[in-house]
């Protein structure tokens, strides 16, 4: 039973070959197809709409140097976004709730942002590691925990994600659980798990979408340190 309960975490697989990438590529087929008008229904419309709201939001505490990342967080605000719904539906899979995926999207753009700060300011960057004013005996301390705090920043990007959607969907597998099995026997109090998991449903929904917008929030606060 036990055992179970983490299936939905494996990836699936068909004749032997992992499933994985196609789940990725999936919520591409939602996104419009190109075509000659700016506007051809509502659907594209919402999608345009919500797509500049993330880019306002996500480029507002930048200068103009870091409005170059704006097609690069926008589009992983909208993946991880589709990911995280899609995989609330029964009989799928979420690709977000893999360690080694969310590590893989963010290492390299931590990593990217470092490099920037070390290549523009040099110096500002490195001065991050020594806040200003302080002790001198607390001067090899503090540098060690700053430097630290900054290597773990990308691990702390991917547990968090992987973490919350994880929980979320362990706790709708096991309040669905006790309802199925206490239907039968307690009706009454499987009506209420049933209330119970609806709302918990719509908590996860929101919890996908603020999970996503978080991810890239921190790239782009972990930019701003660095232009």
Same mark, same amino acid.
């Given at each position: 039973?036990?055992?179970?309960?983490?299936?939905?975490?494996?990836?699936?697989?068909?004749?032997?070959?992992?499933?994985?990438?196609?789940?990725?590529?999936?919520?591409?087929?939602?996104?419009?197809?190109?075509?000659?008008?700016?506007?051809?229904?509502?659907?594209?419309?919402?999608?345009?709409?919500?797509?500049?709201?993330?880019?306002?939001?996500?480029?507002?505490?930048?200068?103009?140097?870091?409005?170059?990342?704006?097609?690069?967080?926008?589009?992983?605000?909208?993946?991880?976004?589709?990911?995280?719904?899609?995989?609330?539906?029964?009989?799928?899979?979420?690709?977000?709730?893999?360690?080694?995926?969310?590590?893989?999207?963010?290492?390299?753009?931590?990593?990217?942002?470092?490099?920037?700060?070390?290549?523009?300011?040099?110096?500002?960057?490195?001065?991050? @590691?020594?806040?200003?004013? =302080?002790?001198?005996? #607390?001067?090899?301390? +503090? $540098?060690?925990?700053? %430097? !630290?705090? &900054? *290597?773990?920043?990308?691990?702390?990007?991917?547990?968090? @994600?992987?973490?919350?959607? =994880?929980?979320?969907? #362990?706790?709708?597998? +096991? $309040?669905?659980?006790? %309802? !199925?099995? &206490? *239907?039968?026997?307690?009706?009454?109090?499987?009506?209420?798990?049933?209330?119970?998991?609806?709302?918990?449903?719509?908590?996860?929904?929101?919890?996908?979408?603020?999970?996503?917008?978080?991810?890239?929030?921190?790239?782009?606060?972990?930019?701003?340190?660095?232009?």
């Amino acid at each position: 039973m036990n055992l179970s309960f983490f299936d939905q975490f494996t990836s699936p697989c068909l004749l032997g070959i992992p499933l994985i990438l196609l789940s990725m590529l999936f919520p591409a087929l939602l996104l419009p197809a190109p075509d000659n008008r700016w506007i051809t229904n509502r659907l594209s419309t919402l999608q345009l709409w919500f797509s500049h709201l993330i880019t306002k939001q996500l480029m507002t505490p930048l200068n103009k140097g870091g409005h170059k990342w704006a097609l690069i967080l926008t589009s992983l605000m909208m993946f991880l976004l589709m990911i995280n719904l899609l995989g609330l539906l029964p009989y799928t899979f979420t690709p977000t709730t893999q360690l080694s995926m969310n590590m893989a999207l963010a290492f390299p753009l931590w990593l990217a942002t470092l490099l920037t700060g070390l290549r523009n300011q040099p110096s500002i960057s490195l001065g991050h @590691l020594l806040p200003e004013g =302080t002790p001198t005996p #607390l001067i090899p301390a +503090l $540098i060690l925990i700053e %430097t !630290t705090s &900054l *290597l773990i920043r990308p691990l702390a990007l991917g547990v968090r @994600l992987t973490a919350n959607l =994880t929980a979320g969907h #362990l706790l709708i597998q +096991l $309040i669905s659980t006790a %309802t !199925t099995a &206490l *239907l039968p026997i307690i009706p009454a109090v499987s009506i209420l798990t049933a209330s119970i998991l609806l709302l918990l449903t719509i908590l996860e929904v929101a919890v996908a979408m603020i999970q996503a917008y978080v991810f890239v929030l921190l790239l782009s606060l972990y930019l701003q340190e660095n232009i």
